[in-house]
């Protein structure tokens, strides 16, 4: 008997080597492929069922029933999902974030992978992981790399089926930690599908994708060999790239805040000082702080009371997105 409804679990994850612009906007086919790691400590939990009778989605986030408008991201992606395996009536979704929404932390890749794996479940579909993350990716490119476990990399591929994200460490493969920096809370100004389409129109952005390839090499091999400084140098040259082609985008987008800025110079510093430690931001101002598992404490020590900084998240490395009984 089909079944009535279905719980899926995902966690975002934290891009060591970044998606930036799209080379196609609407698939989300990315311009060049990334590495990211999974998120073990923040999650989404995500219940769905069928509302047979019903003409439009309803979509719960921590409880509180969305408007038309939050909730219309989510009707486009399953109606791109209904055209690709067609299915019957509207859905209720009930999503639950362990990390306040407004923290600074994207909450759409776990949002998205939680779901696709979800409708993998309640449609039927027997969907291969590599198709669940290709569901995943119509969401939000990022949300791929949250479908498989531990370490990932998103191959760009060059059509719907082909572009997901795999494997390539497990979670225990190396102890490696992120530690989040909260600077500011609020939801972004320029949200990261806005900030994709603006990529072209930096005169930079041909220049990282041309380069994306050596970068992700580098990345890989580092991660692969537990090689700590060769991972810092090219995390940080990455994240630095995508800021630049941020910046120089028309309009201009700027995600860094003065304190963003001076925790950036602060790990520099540790790192100089022997303590392993590295940063990457997102599309946004919060700063990852990448650490190995023996540095954690002196870097958390290092940034209590730091200016501007309002919250701190520590976080493992994480599994792929399941379903929960
Ligand atoms: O998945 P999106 O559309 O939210 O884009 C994510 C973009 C970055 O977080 C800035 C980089 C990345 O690879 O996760």
Same mark, same amino acid.
């Given at each position: 008997m089909p079944k009535n409804f279905t719980t899926a679990k995902a966690h975002p994850n934290i891009a060591f080597i970044k998606y930036w612009g799209n080379a196609d906007q609407n698939l989300r086919l990315p311009a060049n492929a990334s590495i990211s790691m999974n998120l073990s400590e923040l999650e989404t939990v995500t219940k769905i069922a069928f509302l047979?009778?019903?003409s439009s989605h309803l979509l719960k986030i921590n409880g509180i029933l969305q408007d038309t408008e939050h909730t219309s991201r989510v009707a486009t992606y399953l109606e791109s999902v209904r055209n690709l395996y067609a299915f019957q009536g509207s859905l209720a979704i009930e999503s639950h974030n362990n990390? #306040?929404? *407004?923290?600074?932390?994207?909450?759409s890749a776990s949002a998205f992978a939680a779901l696709a794996v979800a409708l993998n479940d309640l449609l039927e579909l027997n969907l291969p992981q590599s198709g669940i993350s290709a569901l995943a990716r119509l969401g939000?490119?990022?949300?791929?790399?949250?479908? #498989?476990? *531990?370490f990932t990399v998103w191959?760009?591929?060059?059509?719907h089926l082909d572009s997901f994200a795999a494997t390539f460490a497990p979670p225990d493969h190396w102890e490696l930690r992120d530690i989040i920096l909260i600077v500011a809370a609020e939801e972004k100004a320029v949200g990261s599908t806005q900030g994709h389409a603006l990529a072209?129109?930096?005169?930079y952005q041909s220049v990282r994708v041309h380069d994306a390839k050596r970068r992700l090499e580098i990345c890989r091999r580092a991660i692969l060999n537990k090689d700590f400084n060769k991972l810092a140098w090219i995390i940080e040259q990455d994240s630095d790239m995508m800021h630049a082609v941020m910046m120089t985008s028309r309009p201009p987008i700027n995600y860094w805040q003065p304190a963003s800025i001076a925790i950036m110079q602060k790990v520099r510093d540790l790192r100089k000082n022997g303590i392993a430690c590295a940063y990457t931001l997102d599309a946004g101002p919060n700063v990852h702080v990448i650490t190995l598992a023996t540095d954690q404490t002196k870097v958390i020590n290092a940034f209590?009371?730091?200016?501007?900084?309002?919250d701190m998240y520590i976080s493992n490395i994480g599994a792929g997105a399941q379903v929960i009984p």
């Open positions: 047979p009778d019903q990390f #306040p929404m *407004g923290a600074g932390i994207a909450s939000s490119g990022s949300a791929c790399r949250s479908i #498989p476990a *531990g191959e760009k591929g060059r059509t072209d129109t930096s005169p209590k009371g730091f200016p501007g900084l309002q």
